[in-house]
């Protein structure tokens, strides 16, 4: 597919905001950590910025956003449509909670608003990634690995923005936080390869399967299906050269889950750690945008079969 910069920043910005508000509702369901009233409206805030910004550059790639309002309306059908309601109702918990926090209301509201607003981060981010991997006629996002990854960048990169702005109060990962955060970006390592190494390996299809003859019989096109190139074949018939694909595939694994382990291994014993959790931070969201854009090109319509 024909990568879109907006779908990308917009996945990408989003997830890391719905990763940092899923941490912190996690944080007032639970309340392990006091928090300054102004330092947690400061952290919701730039969540609920990421979130908003990426919502709007999503609407970039709309050829008429005003009418972006109609996909609301297929909600029971359309992934599409279930990510636009929980987009829009997850800021009711959200500015609920930081409601309660200005007023100095740290009880059971404000508890079940925050288990409520990291249910509906995660849902949110969970419908975006349904989106595709929905999608049997796209066999590379109709992937089971898909919704898992979307979920651990979503919370791996909010949850370093919000470790990072922890650490400039002095705050310190215990052990326990560190190994957790070290295994979640070595799943995400793993579960990139192996989605890489599975498109890699799947049986190409030809024009003879997509008949239903054995692959290798000799199909010839009498003329092509059309006259003119249709949105399907400018949208989906992007072709990425290999070895680009693995010089991408090598920066986005070292720049998503490398140099954030890396990060998190000698971040505890450094005096400034802020710096270093700022760095992995940076690094994820980087690697985000290239697994992201990797996610789409690599991607190919099954309808490009009935073209050489």
Known sequence: MKPAFSVIFFTTLSGAGYG????????YAWQPLPLS??????LFALALALVSIGLFSSLLHLGRPARAWRALSQWQSSWLSREGMLAMTSYAPALGLMALIW?????????????????MALATVSATAMIYASLRTVPAWHDWRVLPVYLLYALLSGGLIVMTLLSLTGWRPSIAVSYIAAASLLALAGLK?????????????????????PAGSDVRAFERPHTEQSFITREMGFVLARKHARVLRLIAIVMSALLPLLALLIGTRLVSLSSVLAGAAAA??????????LFFAEARHVVMRYYP
């Open 103 to 119: 007023l100095g209301a740290l009880a059971l509201p404000a508890q079940a608003l925050g288990g409520l607003l990291a249910l």
């Open 37 to 42: 009233r102004e330092f947690a409206l400061i």
């Open 193 to 213: 390869l192996s989605y890489w190494l599975s498109i890699n390996t799947d049986q190409p299809v030809d024009r003879a399967s997509a008949v239903g003859l």
């Open 20 to 27: 940092m508000l899923f941490w912190l509702g996690l944080h």
């Open 284 to 293: 994820i969201l980087f690697g985000a945008v290239i697994e992201r854009w």
